[in-house]
């Protein structure tokens, strides 16, 4: 056979492999819009039998724990059910259409709260990328006022604070405020909202609404709909402080034993409960994935970086993938997705799409999104793609490797991290000044042959694997075990003496097994 033909074997299975990593995951549209309203009732889901227990070994359906052919439909249809129930229109989703907006920024001038790493100018900027992402979304002005404490009721001091109101009503056409804060409360949100007489919204909302925009499958919107638990928790208890204002104090539901807040909140719980279950049962079936993966031995590959730094990019340069299509946007990948590529041995490897970073990004939604990052610990080595040209590239590598400690990652991963200068294209006769970073342009292929063969050395360290070239006899059992136990590369036959050379990718046991089973085989190590 020759080693075209086995190459392309190879990679479909490999591609198979990949599209299994993906097969967890639903198709799905986007979520209804609905008007954002500080009034938030939550109708109580039907309890389907069975909740909380673990899913049934080879039961059917997308959303079962383990894959399998039958199993129980009217259990599955329930689940099915539950599940268009949870991802129904969200009571936090934004209204539809148009928003003109002014974006506000807070500087913080001095103590613990200023970043050395950036200035005012650059954060706004950001937060203008934020607001453009959205379709229909236009930014009218930006103001950028001090403050010495942005963890304040109402962020500015009095002063600061008429300045910027009598700013705001100057501004006759602007239907919305972004204040470029982490997260506001309720409270905080309508008196701003009573003062300046239009929307105002922080980054959690912002951001929120853009990943709810871009999530197409049904995990990415359970975690959606789990990162916005918080939020209707905190609009419950601004609702219900009205209510007790405007009634003069709490009121039972009729016959029920229960307040109003007891009742929500009862409701959020249980809501909460079985979006957690429905991921807890995803998380399953990607373990069962990751096994068969596994078995397969394709070593994983993850792609990570600060949003929009140029992954998927470098992806479909790495796999020469036709289908990616990248976009220059903020968080346009919010679900994992896999992708098979060869490196210089004609080794097989899967590339991991993720989530990209953003700094401030509320700990709630990375929270929420754990279950999607959970599989970067599972990966054999870790690529960090910064965008060498941003201005803030400094705050934004700090900001990635922050969130990647903090998600317990193995520490051989970590350490064997390899970190990549993206778009060095822009920048005339660039080096890295950090160690051992690789400098490329995804876009125009610059670098992509050394970063592949440094991939490849971190992969062989990683999982142990070595390229031999293997002397066997064909009327022997050696091709065929090499076939079962190893990855074959390249089969050159030798019709003369009845041999073939074998060109293989092992792994350490596999290959001791190999040398106790065939002795007298001639092994060459390249």
């Not at 309508?190 to 197409?216: M, P, S």
């Not at 905190?234 to 009742?263: A, H, P």
């Not at 068969?292 to 140029?310: D, L």
């Not at 920048?427 to 050394?450: D, M, V």
Request: proline content about 5%; charged content about 25%.
């Amino acid at each position: 056979m020759g080693p075209g033909r086995l190459s392309q074997s190879l990679l479909l299975r490999c591609r198979r492999a990949a599209a299994a990593l993906g097969a967890a995951r639903c198709r799905g549209g986007p979520l209804s819009a609905r008007p954002l309203s500080a009034a938030v009732h939550l109708r109580a889901p039907q309890r389907p039998p069975g909740r909380g227990e673990p899913p049934r070994a080879g039961g059917g359906g997308r959303w079962k724990g383990v894959a399998g052919a039958g199993g129980d439909e009217e259990e599955e249809e329930e689940d099915e059910a539950e599940l268009e129930e949870l991802l129904g229109p969200s009571p936090l989703a934004l209204e539809p259409g148009a928003q003109r907006v002014a974006v506000v920024h807070p500087a913080v001038k001095w103590g613990p709260k200023k970043s050395p790493l950036t200035t005012a100018e650059l954060q706004i900027a950001e937060a203008v990328a934020l607001v453009e992402t959205l379709q229909n979304w236009t930014v009218l002005d930006i103001i950028i006022i001090p403050t010495k404490n942005p963890d304040k009721k109402f962020i500015f001091g009095k002063g600061n604070f008429q300045v910027l109101t009598e700013k705001i009503k100057k501004l006759p056409h602007v239907t919305a405020i972004f204040l470029n804060v982490e997260r506001l409360s309720s409270l905080t949100k309508k008196e701003l909202e009573d003062a300046w007489g239009v929307k105002v919204f922080d980054r959690y909302t912002v951001v929120l609404h853009i990943f709810r925009c871009n999530a197409r499958t049904k995990e990415a919107k359970l975690q959606i709909a789990l990162a916005e638990i918080p939020l209707l928790r905190s609009n419950l208890k601004n609702e219900v402080s009205q209510l007790d204002q405007q009634r003069g104090g709490s009121r039972y539901i009729m016959g029920s034993g229960e307040t109003f807040m007891e009742t929500q909140n009862r409701i959020l719980k249980e809501k909460e409960l079985k979006i957690r279950n429905a991921l807890e049962k995803l998380r399953r079936k990607r373990s069962l994935l990751r096994t068969q993966r596994r078995k397969r031995e394709f070593p994983i590959i993850s792609v990570m970086g600060y949003t929009n730094c140029g992954k998927t990019t470098l992806i479909k340069a790495l796999t020469g993938e036709a289908g990616l299509q990248p976009r220059d946007q903020l968080f346009a990948t919010l679900d994992i997705t896999a992708h098979a590529g060869y490196l210089p041995s004609h080794m097989a490897v899967i590339y991991v799409d993720t989530i990209g970073f953003l700094t401030d990004l509320p700990h709630n939604l990375v929270e929420s999104f754990s279950a999607t990052l959970e599989e970067v610990a599972y990966s054999d080595l870790i690529v960090h793609v910064r965008d060498i040209t941003h201005p803030e590239t400094a705050l934004q590598k700090a900001t990635v490797l922050s969130v990647l400690k903090n998600l317990n990652l193995p520490s051989h991963l970590l350490d064997s991290m390899l970190e990549v200068h993206n778009k060095v294209d822009l920048i005339e006769r660039y080096k890295p000044t950090e160690e051992n970073a690789l400098a490329i342009s995804a876009l125009h292929g610059h670098g992509l042959e050394e970063l592949k063969e440094e991939i490849e050395k971190k992969i062989l360290t990683a999982t142990g694997k070595k390229i031999l070239t293997v002397n066997v006899n064909l009327q022997g059992p050696q091709l065929s075990w090499l076939y079962k136990e190893a990855t074959v590369q390249e089969v050159e036959v030798m019709p003369e003496d009845g041999t073939a050379m074998v060109k293989v990718i092992i792994g350490n046991s596999a290959f001791g097994r190999y040398k106790n089973l065939f002795p007298n085989s001639k092994i060459f190590m390249l």
